[in-house]
């Protein structure tokens, strides 16, 4: 009888209105996950979560589509004051980091921990890191996007047929042809390109961002000609890193800007008269000396840039284009710069360095035009 009473006295209380019943322990909810962003500064990430005991770690991890090869997530601790519900901000803060390109796709979720151990993950959310300053339009054309802001459709036809063209000849004699989809961002002006970055260099007028697939550029609709130039450059370097991306290392720059350099064309005649007074004045810089990052010093890397330029010419017109293409593939296999270039044409760079000096002399001894 005592034992049947107990019973019936603890089902009234479980059911009485207002009765305390036990919760368990561990319940992590995130009630809401958003981002804010400040094209190019910084990207906010905002979560709120609660649950039956205080909540003690909470951490955002993230992932930035690019060209890599390993999947790379980074995980940022956020600081916040524990407790059974809360909210917590991380700032991306690119002014520290360094900046991402116009259109950048960030991946990004939450691990929120409780003190009774529960964790919850967020499913992962994904958005575009846009330059919503500008009214951007788009054209898409095979492995080209093109975005635009500035100047009328006839203005972004003409880019277009430009980068199909810059394709074409990129493939014709390096044996190159994009492997990602690319996407080109066409600033207004130099200032307003500048104005995308964090911390850029007073005269950027154009930039590949090799490992995002992506390229800008300011060009007005005045300045036709000079940004067909520069489309070509800049798509050029694109093209050529997807071709020979790997673990192993860079290419030597010589190479990289030569390709570049010849990718737009004929030399520019401001390039042919450094080149042209170089080599009449004994000058000429090494082959191994701008096989790195050319000097700081204007004139000197205006002369590196056309020496690059003459020495990739040299090569396609003496051992034709077919080897170009071999030379990539050698470095993208990881041969040091002088392997690769013995490998595929016989010479280190400096018995290359010798043959293409010597007939530069041989060209200026005969005509003044390089």
Not at 11 to 28: I, N, R, W
Not at 329 to 334: F, M, Q
């Amino acid at each position: 009888m005592i034992k049947k009473l107990f019973l019936f006295t603890m089902l009234l209380v479980l059911l009485m209105p207002g009765a305390a019943v036990a919760q368990t322990p561990g319940a992590v909810q995130v009630l809401e996950s958003s981002v804010q962003t400040d094209f190019p500064a910084s990207i906010s990430f905002h979560v709120s979560a609660r649950s039956n005991v205080s909540i003690t770690d909470i951490r955002l991890h993230y992932q930035v589509e690019h060209m890599s090869i390993a999947e790379v997530t980074s995980e940022a601790y956020v600081e916040f004051v524990p407790g059974p519900q809360v909210t917590a901000q991380w700032d991306w803060d690119m002014r520290r980091t360094g900046g991402l390109p116009p259109g950048s796709r960030v991946t990004y979720w939450w691990t929120v921990t409780d003190a009774a151990g529960a964790t919850r993950a967020t499913n992962k959310q994904v958005f575009d890191f846009e330059d919503t300053r500008y009214e951007w339009r788009h054209l898409s054309q095979g492995m080209i996007t093109l975005f635009w802001y500035r100047g009328d459709s006839a203005f972004a036809g003409e880019l277009m047929s430009a980068t199909q063209q810059a394709l074409a000849r990129i493939e014709d004699y390096a044996g190159a042809r994009p492997q990602q989809q690319i996407r080109i961002y066409i600033y207004g002006s130099s200032n307003d390109l500048r104005g995308s970055m964090i911390f850029p260099q007073e005269w950027t007028g154009g930039v590949a961002f090799t490992r995002y697939s992506a390229i800008a550029i300011g060009i007005a609709p005045g300045d036709l000609t000079w940004g067909k130039r520069a489309i070509a450059h800049e798509l050029t370097h694109q093209v050529i890193h997807q071709i020979t991306f790997s673990p192993y290392g860079n290419l030597p720059v010589w190479l990289d800007e030569g390709l570049a350099m010849y990718g737009e064309g004929d030399l520019d005649d401001a390039f042919v008269s450094i080149l042209y007074q170089a080599i009449s004045g004994g000058n000429l810089l090494s082959l191994r000396s701008i096989s790195s990052p050319f000097s700081a010093y204007a004139d000197k890397s205006a002369l590196a840039y056309a020496e690059s330029y003459s020495i990739v010419k040299y090569l396609a017109d003496n051992y034709g284009n077919d080897r170009i293409f071999t030379l990539l593939e050698t470095y993208r296999e990881g041969r040091s710069y002088d392997k690769a270039l013995v490998e595929v044409y016989g010479m280190d760079m400096d018995a290359l360095n010798k043959r293409w000096q010597d007939h530069l002399r041989s060209l200026v001894s005969s005509s003044p035009s390089t």
